[in-house]
């Protein structure tokens, strides 16, 4: 019998990377495989369940989606609560956003953006891609599929918007659109949030000042303070403000460096209840890990600010927090306080 002579600088078989259910490499030292597929018979008969009750409410491809809506609008807002199944996730995106009508309103629109169009923010588009979501097979490709996607809808966004053009943040919504639907779609779902099909138009985080977030993060300041004024006075003394850790949290709706399901059962809430959630979540964190926070001085705070365990991010528990929280009626009268102190002038050095 013949031996095979093996030749030492010869590659041996690459081993298969492990992946989470959505696609992002597995740590080495994650949960063990056991628990998690003791825990996915458990759920699996109660998920198909809930599938088929989704599959009946959105209808063939969603066409009995805003018949449904009109009907029985708490229905929508409590199964939406407790999370799209994930296999249905982008259609119903889609659907919540307004974004399947600005695409049917206007055909061709995104190839001509994409293929006859220059941008002026070209570079640096290429320059942030590889930083979108690199832990994801999707986007790890240096050129590969997922991120010449990525490239084409911020490319065209940046041109059909030349106000907003490109910034920094637009990535991670646009490659977490990505995973869950096609380019246009994404595209016009960027669309319907930047410009306003159904909620507060997003593009104040992006335009140049992003005054948007100046105002969010001014609001957010003064819930902080009324829900936790113990922890707003610790904030005040250690000189901490929220644009020291929650300005991502409103730029990538908590898309960049938070858990993957959490974001996305809080993406799920955000498309059909609007940015008042984000608020929410903010403040259910805090309020989560308070008793830890108020003992902290300013150095461990900013840390523990932008590393939050991993207890606090179960959305099954943080969300249902989040949710008891009200908080619409303060951000419409802290809005009019920002826009009022906005409008004052400067006041003028007292002469002596």
């Not at 644009?243 to 908590?254: D, G, N």
Request: aromatic share 12%.
């Amino acid at each position: 019998m013949e031996s095979k002579v093996v030749d030492e600088n010869e590659e041996g078989p690459v081993a298969p990377m492990r992946v989470d259910r959505f696609g992002f490499v597995k740590q080495e030292h994650g949960p063990t495989e056991g628990l998690a597929r003791s825990r996915s018979a458990f759920e699996y008969q109660r998920d198909e369940r809930r599938i088929r009750k989704w599959r009946k409410m959105i209808g063939v491809g969603g066409s009995d989606w805003k018949q449904y809506v009109r009907r029985k609008p708490h229905v929508v807002k409590r199964r939406i609560r407790k999370g799209i199944p994930d296999c249905l996730r982008g259609l119903v995106w889609q659907l919540i956003s307004g974004s399947r009508d600005l695409l049917l309103l206007n055909p061709g629109v995104y190839e001509q953006l994409v293929i006859y169009e220059t941008s002026a923010s070209e570079l640096d588009i290429i320059r942030d891609i590889s930083r979108t979501f690199p832990s994801h097979v999707f986007f790890q490709q240096r050129h590969g599929p997922g991120q010449r996607s990525l490239y084409n809808v911020l490319k065209a966004y940046s041109v059909f918007d030349r106000d907003v053009g490109y910034v920094q943040g637009m990535g991670f919504v646009a490659g977490l659109l990505l995973l869950y639907m096609s380019e246009e779609d994404a595209f016009w779902l960027l669309v319907a949030l930047l410009k306003g099909a159904v909620h507060t138009p997003m593009e104040g985080m992006y335009l140049v000042g992003l005054p948007l977030v100046q105002q969010y993060l001014f609001q957010f300041d003064h819930l902080v303070k009324e829900h936790m004024p113990k922890l707003g006075e610790h904030f005040a003394q250690e000189m901490i403000n929220p644009s020291m850790y929650a300005s991502q949290w409103f730029i990538t709706v908590f898309s960049y460096s938070f858990p993957f399901h959490l974001a996305l059962r809080i993406w799920d809430v955000f498309l059909f209840e609007g940015v008042k959630v984000v608020f929410k979540v903010g403040l259910a964190l805090l309020k989560y890990c308070h008793d830890d926070l108020v003992k902290l001085p300013f150095e461990k705070l900013i840390h523990a600010l932008r590393n939050f365990p991993e207890d606090a991010m179960n959305p099954d528990i943080l969300l249902p927090m989040a949710f008891s929280i009200k908080v619409s009626k303060n951000l419409v009268e802290l809005k009019q306080e920002y826009e009022q102190q906005r409008l004052k002038p400067p006041e003028s050095p007292v002469k002596q």
